[in-house]
């Protein structure tokens, strides 16, 4: 038997282990080629197959229509950031943010390099504890679009609700919680995510955007950074990540095979119960640092009573297989990461080993 440990790391992450297999079988011989998916061209019908399936798969599991079409490009969430107001943002308008930490703080910091921005709401004096409520959205008429970062994986926060932006498009950076649940994604205009979170490996970038949005995209653009280009080309204008987005499609696959995103959002919700539940028990020795309202069900954040338990109860894990546990290095603490590729026992085995950690510590 391999050796597979319990991969609680923020991204990359834990991919499901039949996907790991499946791609292992066609490595040497994608399906009668006489080569892996790694060689073969772009342009040949079995990577076309993949792409137009996995594209399709996508809008499927999303529940979203014809007037959406779906990008598969490189360069990571970080490129979107910059791309966004480079395609949308015009004299005269504002990108509209929210500020719910890091990732939306570097979205909207790169849209200050080329425009101007407004804070639509913030959680910054709270120490991005929280996602703010739709009552505290300020959103300006000259919007040319909101933009909200709908999982932090550093604070470990989450919206629950999706925005609503009157006549203004929403943008959502969905990077570490795409198609963890079922939600009404036709209320977005455009979803980005870089899919080494819940969707495959880094390398692609997962980009779904509205046909009026589209249509917006600045036409003095250089052709790569235009939304246009890659929607027009079905995202093969140019060569893109297939071996990345090869491995999306498996997993999209799985998904849609186990039963959608309902059936992966029952099992995400009895993981992040079973690690809220202890925080809930011992709130002073397993102390959660974002507010109850806006928990993640992605990343769960906590601290110990002093840093000294953290680090024990980091390597003390390691050592019992249950890897990557540790908090992002400009907060600390702990941080357990429950993507969709985690498994129930998986965290079922981290609560069993906090509540063992509890009673010795
Ligand atoms: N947005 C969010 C919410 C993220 O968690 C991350 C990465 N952890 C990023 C953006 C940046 O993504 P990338 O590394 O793909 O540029």
Redesign the pocket.
């Known amino acids: 038997m391999t050796h597979r440990v319990f991969n609680f790391n ?2 990359p992450s834990t991919l499901p282990l039949d996907v790991l297999q499946t791609v292992r079988e066609e490595l040497l011989d994608y399906r009668g080629t006489g080569m892996s998916v790694l060689e073969i061209s772009h342009r040949s019908p079995e990577y076309d197959a993949i792409n137009a399936e996995a594209m399709a798969l996508l809008k499927e599991l999303m529940g979203l229509g014809d007037e959406y079409k779906i990008l598969f490009v490189g360069g ?4 979107q950031f910059a791309l966004i107001p480079m395609n949308f943002l015009r004299g005269g308008q504002v990108g509209a943010y929210v500020d719910t930490g890091t ?1 939306s703080t570097k979205a909207m910091q790169e849209a200050q390099i080329q425009g101007n921005t407004v804070l639509a709401a913030s959680s910054k004096e709270a120490g991005y504890t929280y996602v703010p409520k739709q009552e505290d959205l300020e959103i300006p008429d000259n919007s040319a679009y909101l933009h909200i ?1 709908t ?3 550093i604070k470990g926060t989450q919206y629950h609700y999706v925005p609503e932006a009157g006549g203004v498009p929403l943008i959502a ?1 969905m ?2 919680d795409i198609c963890s649940r079922r939600m009404d994604f036709s209320r977005f205009a455009m979803i980005y995510a ?1 899919a ?2 819940n969707l495959g490996p ?1 390398g692609v ?1 997962v980009v779904v955007i509205r046909d009026d949005l589209l249509e917006r995209c600045l036409d003095v653009l250089p052709t790569m950074l235009n939304y246009q280009t890659h929607a027009a080309k079905q995202s093969l204008y140019n060569t893109p990540p297939c071996f990345a987005v090869y491995i999306v499609k498996l997993v999209l696959e799985r998904i849609k095979h186990g039963g959608g995103l309902e059936a992966v959002a029952k099992v995400n919700e009895k993981k992040k119960d079973t690690i809220y539940a202890l925080i809930d028990q011992d709130p002073d020795y397993f102390r959660g640092t974002a507010r109850e309202d806006s928990r993640s069900w992605m990343n769960v954040t906590l601290r110990l009573p002093s840093e000294d338990l953290e680090k024990k109860f980091i390597a003390e894990a390691k050592k019992r297989g249950l890897v990557g546990l540790k908090g992002h290095r400009s907060v600390g603490g702990i941080r357990i990461s429950l993507y969709n590729a985690m498994t129930l026992e998986g965290a079922e085995k981290v609560a069993a080993f906090m509540q063992a950690f509890r009673k010795a510590n």
């Open positions: 923020p991204g990571g969430a970080s490129t990732w970062t999982n932090n994986t950076d990077s570490s870089g080494q979170k880094s970038t």
